[in-house]
């Protein structure tokens, strides 16, 4: 499920989104994809789409792809294009450096004896 709340710089406070449940700032409420894609434009409204939503949103039917194109004002209408501009890019893992092994300088003895 998509999960929506109120944008930084929305006008309202609170939104009421179906009868009991509200949207803030803070607090976000679980949505339909369908919902979402029609709604993705308002600019007081910020959508977090999950990795879970991608078996959805594949499954849209064309008339939704066509909305979901224009609300994202893509020109595109290949869904595995707009999948991948919604989802989160999967995070690569970094692997830490080994640290590098400090040698000695081997330094030459100094003899006692002068030439």
């Not at 919902?35 to 977090?48: C, E, G, K, M, Q």
């Not at 004002?73 to 869904?79: A, K, P, Q, R």
């Amino acid at each position: 499920m998509v999960t929506v709340r109120l944008s930084d710089n929305s006008f309202t406070h609170r939104l009421y989104i179906k009868p009991k449940e509200e949207i803030t700032r803070t607090d976000g409420v679980a949505v339909s994809v369908k919902w979402a894609a029609t709604r993705l434009s308002d600019s007081n409204l910020f959508f977090v789409f999950d990795e879970e939503d991608r078996d959805e949103l594949l499954g849209l039917n064309e008339r939704f792809v066509s909305i979901l194109s224009k609300e994202m004002g893509v020109e595109s209408l290949l869904i595995e294009d707009l999948v991948e501009k919604l989802l989160p890019s999967p995070k690569k893992t970094i692997l830490p450096k080994m640290p590098l092994k400090k040698t000695k300088a081997v330094s030459k003895p100094k003899s006692s004896l002068k030439k």
